[in-house]
């Protein structure tokens, strides 16, 4: 059974960071396509990054430049590092992993598993 399981979601004031983990177990990171999305409230869902095996990432225009994914291999963690953070980033963040198609490996694609989601909240 994979499950991801995201941590360090908090709140942060407009132009700060933060960084998200996700411990996933009965998956390994390296060799797996990955990925986080986001909802805020009132909008619907949309993918932010994502990280193919052979560490290549793509980012939703709305966070090129801002947000940075990456992995652990040794820890099995993936991570989402939110610089610059503004307040139509905050929403749960979700960490997904098994790409299942609808676009190549990133913020279009489509996964199997999903995390419960941690909450990012951004003040002005």
């Known amino acids: 059974q994979v499950q991801p399981v995201e941590s360090g979601g908090g709140s942060v004031q407009a132009g700060g960071s933060l960084r998200l983990s996700c411990a996933v177990s009965g998956l390994t990171v390296k060799t797996s396509c990955m990925g986080w999305f986001r909802q805020a409230p009132g909008k619907e869902r949309e993918g932010v990054a994502g990280?193919?095996?052979?560490?290549?990432?793509r980012y939703a225009d709305s966070v090129k430049g801002r947000f940075n994914i990456s992995r652990d291999n040794d820890k099995n963690i993936l991570y989402l590092e939110m610089n610059s953070l503004k307040p139509e980033d905050a929403g749960t963040y979700y960490c997904?992993?098994?790409?299942?198609?609808?676009?190549?490996?990133?913020?279009?694609?489509?996964?199997?598993?999903w995390g419960q989601g941690t909450q990012v909240t951004v003040s002005s």
């Open positions: 990280i193919l095996w052979d560490g290549t990432t």
């Open positions: 997904v992993a098994l790409w299942i198609g609808g676009a190549v490996c990133g913020p279009l694609a489509r996964f199997r598993y």
